[in-house]
């Protein structure tokens, strides 16, 4: 198998204030783990890519200080968004790479409302 | 001219239907090719995974791979309301590295109306 969980499902928070997202390979070890950001009716937008025991690699455009990433271990990886504001609103999803394969297998994605 | 080119749809069927559902991209050195379904408000699924040219069959699903024209297809027969969904095309150029991230395609929503 190759499952991928993530936490919080849905998080609704207030202007300000920061959230933590995990997400987690229940069934495999991923080097490599990539978060991405949707907005409704587009398509996934790759926000950085993790790999464990270094610094993330971000996207152009993507604010390193405000999406901050941590792969600690082979089977986690944290994304935190720091002092949400409400255009950051929208659909999280990570997923993972196995060590030494390509495909990725994503988790059931975090919606994140900001008010 | 974008990486990986795919029409948005919406594309409705009857159920019943044979469907196809197709990605362009420019970079040649693409070798693994990937189809993902996205429910609404899911992450997307892994259905089929091709390496280089040709054919792959999983039950309702076929993958084609035409590397000499750049384009891919994921075909389903026998269409069923449950395969309402938006399906992703995805390739990589290699395994690990940046060359190992996959490149996706923009979605195609599928509606099979019973």
């Known amino acids: 198998g190759a499952v991928v969980s993530q936490h919080p499902s849905r998080v609704i928070c207030k202007s300000g204030t920061s959230v933590k997202i995990e997400c987690r390979s229940l069934?495999?070890?991923?080097?490599?783990m990539f978060w991405y950001r949707q907005f409704p009716k587009q398509s996934l937008m790759l926000m950085a890519t993790s790999n464990e025991g270094s610094k993330a690699t971000y996207e152009q455009g993507v604010e390193k200080d405000k999406f901050l990433i941590n792969h600690a271990s082979l089977t986690l990886s944290t994304l935190t968004v720091t002092s949400a504001h409400p255009e950051d609103s929208s659909f999280y999803i990570c997923?993972?790479?196995?060590?030494?394969?390509?495909?990725?297998?994503f988790g059931p994605g975090t919606r994140l409302t900001v008010t | 001219q974008k990486e990986v080119e795919q029409d948005p749809g919406p594309l409705s069927v009857p159920e019943g239907a044979i469907v196809s559902l197709n990605c362009t991209y420019s970079?040649?050195?693409?070798?693994?090719f990937m189809w993902y379904r996205q429910y609404s408000r899911k992450g997307p699924e892994l259905l089929m995974y091709?390496?280089?040219?040709g054919n792959k069959e999983d039950g309702r699903f076929t993958a084609q791979v035409d590397k000499s024209s750049k384009y891919i297809s994921l075909f389903i027969r026998d269409s069923q309301p449950s395969d309402s969904a938006t399906y992703l095309c995805a390739m990589s150029q290699n395994y690990g590295g940046s060359q190992g991230n996959l490149i996706f395609g923009k979605g195609t929503k599928l509606s099979v109306k019973p």
């Open positions: 970079n040649s050195a693409f070798q693994y």
């Open positions: 091709t390496y280089s040219s």
């Open positions: 997923s993972a790479r196995k060590t030494g394969r390509n495909e990725q297998y």
């Open positions: 069934d495999f070890q991923a080097t490599t």
